[in-house]
């Protein structure tokens, strides 16, 4: 396990370097370890380094690990290996807030919109969990799963119709309709990645917990677990790390749902192995997303969510062809 | 009032009971009240009896505004809306779960994606006339690629619907792309499509839309007795006789078609295909054809009354009814599961 892991660390750093590396302009790693370390303030390179790719990559590696881990962390919750971040309606919600707080409001602060969608996924989050929690236990997550379908689609009909009304802003949000890393500079981008990296290591003591939550909420009862408080803490983490990847990056699919499946074929059965895994994973698969994006179509760009999107539909489809199931 | 009627022919006998259709008779009566209502209001009130004049006079100015404005949107709204809710309701049959419809399993963002790309790639030299086919085009294709990914020596209703989740997301993503790769001006009003609206409709739509509607529903006649068969297990159904995959792959064709259809002249509407059924099935607990006329009414008043409020209700805008569609639908879905859990 651990030679696996060391390995998903190995792949996680050459993706990040190819991601420095790839662009319209080529830079070799020597280009690179010179801008990071020793920057001269005149080098054009240097400055492209450092200002537009570390941010990027910064933020595809950040992203991509917390939806990653956000999307076992649900999957163990609802015990439902189909579900992902998205479902809580944590997408939808954040794009409603941001897309009237530019149509409705004008506001055009960066600050503002990831703070608006960080609240509106908090807020979808609540109402889907109220909503599937009403009968007090989460044993039917079909619930949801409707729950989760239905507010997404009642946020994005309000969304839709704000941005039919303000045809301006529809261009102002359409990249984080599309799933976007670029133009982030870190100097307002730092809380958001600090914000991730905190969650994410608060979920790591309650790794043990959750392999006893995957044996059955009766079971985890049993033993002594308190499951109550550990579905509440695991769905503030979920909102957290998911909610600030939406507010960084904008809707980005599939990571959250297949990750998760491709790093539990590898590891053994463990959450302890699953989350450092998935975050590896994640920000490895964000970052070639990201990569193969920017150079495929070359004086244009094909947004990080189409390409998630692409890359894991078909995985998706083989997975359920795979599992085959039979009866519904 | 008998229990039952007893229609016997020569080769065919059935028994029919009443009690549904009384109801249906009265969505009917709400359907046809909320025609009405949509015929009156609007940018010049008519008052009814003025209404009864404009309808009989075609040729005043406000028979002009009703006959050739107002009526011809709202039939295409009800055409669009029940074709949607019947084709839910074929679904949620079919595959034997609540939330399949046709914008969930996929066939509306195929036909979405084969009309954006139309937009964009082809509409400035060949016109829009030839959307409505790209669209009816995207949306058969996509449910005839979707039923492939599911087969496995049969097709499995819940590993259709997964897959079609899956092929929607991908489709999704390309409609996305599309739009972001257009310029600003084509991303507008394909994303008014995207929308779902029945602005500016005019009567060659309708008739057009009224033909695939009856063509569709006269095929739909025959079969409807293997749709109520169709929630049966498979062992079960298979046991009483139905060929299982054979009637699959024919319902799933009739209700890719009705949703291609109406999304080829309505744009895609998210919702009515979902919640229409599940509003019938609240009304009627039996499953049947009543049922599945009720899904078809629900639909249209609907989209009737989400344009309604679309063109009356922030007077000199004239919004998309899909945006009020998903307005009503999903707070009456959310209740429905609150309601559930008690």
């Keep these: 396990m651990r030679r696996r892991l060391w390995l998903f660390a190995v792949a996680m750093l050459g993706a990040s370097l190819l991601s420095l590396m790839s662009g319209a302009y080529w830079f070799g790693p020597l280009t690179i370890w010179q801008a990071l370390w020793s920057p001269s303030p005149t080098d054009v390179a240097d400055l492209l380094i450092r200002t537009t790719r570390l941010p990027r990559t910064l933020v595809a590696m950040v992203v991509g690990a917390s939806l990653a881990v956000a999307g076992c962390m649900i999957q163990t919750l609802t015990r439902n290996p189909l579900a992902s971040p998205g479902l809580l309606g944590i997408n939808a919600g954040a794009l409603l807030v941001i897309v009237s707080l530019v149509s409705v409001w004008t506001v055009m602060s960066p600050w503002a919109w990831y703070a608006g969608a960080l609240l509106g996924a908090t807020l979808a989050a609540g109402i889907v969990w109220w909503v599937a929690m009403r009968g007090r236990s989460l044993s039917g997550p079909l619930h949801l799963v409707l729950a989760g379908a239905a507010l997404t689609a009642l946020c994005n009909a309000f969304s839709q119709a704000l941005l039919v009304i303000d045809q301006q802003g529809l261009d102002t949000v359409l990249f984080w309709l599309a799933g976007s890393v670029a133009g982030r500079p870190l100097a307002t981008i730092w809380p958001l990645i600090s914000l991730a990296l905190i969650a994410m290591l608060c979920v790591w003591p309650l790794a043990r917990s959750m392999n006893v939550l995957a044996a059955g909420e009766a079971v985890a009862k049993g033993v002594g677990l308190r499951v109550y408080r550990l579905q509440a803490m695991m769905v503030i983490l979920i909102v957290l790390l998911a909610g600030t990847s939406v507010a960084m990056a904008g809707n980005i699919a599939f990571v959250g749902l297949i990750v998760p499946h491709i790093a539990k074929g590898w590891l053994p059965v463990d959450h302890r192995a699953w989350i450092p895994g998935c975050a590896l994973l994640g920000a490895t698969l964000l970052l070639l997303a990201d990569v193969v994006g920017r150079v495929v179509i070359l004086p244009g760009e094909v947004p990080v969510g189409v390409m998630t999107a692409l890359i894991g539909a078909p995985v998706f489809v083989a997975l359920i062809r795979r599992q085959g199931v039979r009866h519904a | ?342």
């Design chain 2, 1 to 342: 009032m008998p229990e039952h009627w007893v229609i016997r022919l020569p080769g065919f006998s059935r028994i029919v009971t009443p009690e549904p259709w009384r109801r249906v008779g009265a969505i009917l009566l709400l359907s046809l009240v909320v025609l009405g209502v949509s015929l009156a209001v609007g940018r010049v009130p008519l008052s009814l009896s003025q209404l009864g004049v404009a309808l009989t006079t075609p040729t005043s100015e406000n028979g002009l505004i009703v006959i050739q404005l107002r009526l011809p949107r709202a039939l295409l709204g009800a055409l669009v809306g029940g074709a949607l809710g019947m084709s839910g309701w074929l679904f949620q049959q079919v595959m034997r779960n609540p939330l399949a419809s046709p914008d969930i399993v996929g066939v509306t963002s195929g036909a979405s994606a084969a009309a954006v790309g139309y937009f964009s790639l082809l509409a400035t030299n060949w016109g829009m006339a030839w959307l409505p086919l790209a669209a009816i085009l995207g949306a058969l294709s996509t449910a005839f690629a979707i039923y492939l990914l599911a087969w496995q020596r049969g097709v499995a209703p819940l590993r259709l619907v997964l897959i079609g989740i899956g092929v929607s997301a991908l489709l999704g993503a390309v409609t996305t792309f599309i739009l972001v790769a257009s310029p600003l001006t084509t991303t507008l009003s394909a994303y008014v499509w995207l929308t779902g609206s029945v602005y500016a409709a005019n009567w060659s739509e309708v008739t057009a839309l009224a033909g695939w509607c009856a063509l569709l529903g006269a095929a739909l006649i025959p079969l409807m007795r293997l749709t109520l068969l169709a929630p049966l297990d498979d062992a079960l159904a298979t046991g009483i006789g139905v060929r299982v995959q054979w009637t699959r792959a024919l319902l799933l064709v009739v209700a890719s078609m009705l949703a291609g259809v109406a999304v080829a002249w309505g744009g895609a509407f998210a919702f009515v295909g979902l919640v229409a059924p599940h509003m019938a099935r609240m009304i009627s607990r039996t499953t049947g054809t009543a049922q599945a006329v009720m899904a078809v009414l629900f639909g249209a008043c609907m989209v009737m009354l989400a344009d309604l409020l679309g063109r009356t209700l922030f007077l000199p805008l004239d919004l998309p009814a899909g945006i009020f569609v998903a307005a009503i639908g999903a707070p009456f879905f959310l209740t429905l599961l609150i309601r559930q859990r008690r």
